[in-house]
């Protein structure tokens, strides 16, 4: 192992993380997010699962901050990113059981759900299946783009 895995190994222990130790010398490492970091390649990467955006030369202590800190704003929202059919996509969440919201858990229906990402377009969140949830108004437009909901928020 090398001492970058090795302090990683440490330093998740020491903040509560799990680690999966994956194929080519790829962790994941889950925090309150899931980051894959690759302390073993030549640009040791690492980037929050559902996001465009990754970093490059990071070491262990910062890939361990990455599982507690929603990811940095993006500038602007690209517009392009969001995809359309928005009750389509609100019923197949409906259809696999989803049906409370994702923030307070008040139940909701098709025409009382918004269409949630979990990570923000705005923060590099991608517009697919595994970023999508669903929550009522209320919660959707409090939230914004910011994630309360990590203790860095």
Known sequence: MSRYLNETLAL???HGVEVVQKPNGH???KGDLLVNYYPESKKM????AGTTGGKK?????????????APELTPGQRKDARGSNSRRKRQQLINKGVSQCHWCHRPI???TSTLE?????HRGGLDNANNRTLACYDCNQSRGHEMPELKNG
């Open 109 to 111: 229906d098709i025409d």
């Open 27 to 29: 962790i994941q490492l």
């Open 45 to 48: 990467s690492a980037y929050v």
């Open 117 to 121: 990402h979990i990570i923000p377009l």
């Open 57 to 69: 030369r990071i070491m262990p202590k910062e890939a361990i901050g990455m599982c507690f800190k």
């Open 12 to 14: 998740a222990e020491k």
